[in-house]
């Protein structure tokens, strides 16, 4: 019973994360079909995940969101097959490990975003805005077995941000997309959060990671 009205309020609140999603682009004119929901489901049960697309939500991809550590790559590509994207390569030393592991398993080019610190906080992950550009260029020039898709960002603790993260991922964007002659609306920008979405979404998001909004707390396994 508890987990049938779980679901059911699971279900609520993606309708509800759906039409927050339309009135924010509508607010700022831009077409809220550009923006996809990644409803973030980590820690929980496969017979929710059945219920959300029941209700129609049909963005069901396996993404690795957050740092990546060089020595769990191969590890990572052998337990997710079909692993679609990693949100977010931090260095040239991850992107030529991911790119060699992909490569001798002989898959299709894994899709990645590059994770671009925008905070400043010296315990967060990510590249530094001004190196941004040349970790692109390590990705799209000297790593052909993965597909540069775009730039991301993680919040504060808190899953906020400020607009002036966001402002400084976009203005990334801006840099590489010029550097490299890409069209800006071939290049990702992957921000905002349970907490700061429709904020996101003004300010250029096309890529919003909603997890406790829709599911509510995670739920690890208790240790004893």
Known sequence: MAAAAMEGVAVTALRSVT???????EKAGRDANRVRV?????????????QLYDAGHRSFE?????????NK?????????????????????????????VSAIGRKPLKVLVQVNTSGETTKSGVEPPACLDLVKHVKLGCPNLEFCGLMTIGMPDYTSTPENFKTLSSCRATV??????????CELSMGMSGDFEKAIEMGSTNVRIGSTIFGPREYPKTH
């Open 38 to 50: 990644v409803a973030v489901s980590k820690t929980k049960p496969l017979s929710l995940i059945r």
């Open 177 to 186: 997309c010029k550097a490299l002659g890409i069209a800006e609306d071939r």
């Open 73 to 101: 790559v191969k590890s990572l590509l052998a337990t997710v097959p079909h692993l679609a994207m990693v949100e977010g390569v931090d260095s040239a030393k991850l992107a030529s490990h991911l790119d060699r592991a």
């Open 62 to 70: 396996w993404h690795f969101i957050g740092h990546l550590q060089t």
């Open 19 to 25: 039409k927050r999603v339309f009135q924010a682009a």
